[in-house]
C-alpha cells in the first residue's frame, strides 16, 4: 500500500504564496498524481494533476496561478499556490492513483486508490 505525507499548509494574506508537498512512500510512483481540495460546506474538488511522464492538468480557476511538479528522486509531488485567493481556502488532500486512466482529465474527475491525511490552507488578511 501507498503512504502519502502532505506538508506545507499554513495562514497566508490575499495574493500571497504557499508550497505543498506530497511525499509518498511504501509504493511505486503512481500513473497519476494529484492535488484536491475541500472547503466548508463544498464538496472535494480538483485542483491539479500529473502523470507519469510528466504532463500536467489544471482546474481552470487555478490555471496561471498554480503550478504541479514532481521529484522522482525524494518520491515527491510539489504543489506551488502563487496569487492565493480567500477563495482558494480549504483541506488540500494529496491523491496517488491505483490504476491507469484513459487520460489525465479522466483521472481528474474523482481521483482514486490513495489519499493523504490533508492539509489546511487558510487566505485571509
Known amino acids: 500500500q501507498v503512504q502519502l505525507v502532505e506538508s506545507g499548509g499554513g495562514l497566508v494574506q490575499p495574493g500571497g504564496s504557499l508550497r505543498l508537498s506530497c511525499a509518498a512512500s511504501?509504493?511505486?510512483?503512481?500513473?497519476?498524481m494529484g492535488w484536491f481540495r475541500q472547503a466548508p460546506g463544498k464538496e472535494r474538488e480538483f485542483v491539479a494533476g500529473?502523470?507519469?511522464?510528466?504532463?500536467?492538468y489544471y482546474a481552470d480557476y487555478v490555471k496561471g496561478r498554480f503550478t504541479i511538479s514532481k521529484d522522482n528522486a525524494r518520491n515527491t509531488v510539489y504543489l506551488q499556490m502563487n496569487s492565493l485567493k480567500p477563495e482558494d481556502t480549504a483541506v488540500y488532500y494529496c491523491?496517488?492513483?491505483?490504476?491507469?486512466?484513459?487520460?489525465?482529465?479522466?483521472?481528474?474527475?474523482?481521483?482514486?486508490?490513495?489519499w493523504g491525511q490533508g492539509t489546511q490552507v487558510t487566505v485571509s488578511s
Open positions: 491523491n496517488a492513483a491505483a490504476r491507469t486512466y484513459n487520460s489525465i482529465s479522466s483521472y481528474s474527475r474523482s481521483g482514486g486508490g490513495y
Open positions: 500529473i502523470s507519469w511522464n510528466g504532463g500536467v
Open positions: 511504501g509504493g511505486t510512483f503512481a500513473p497519476y
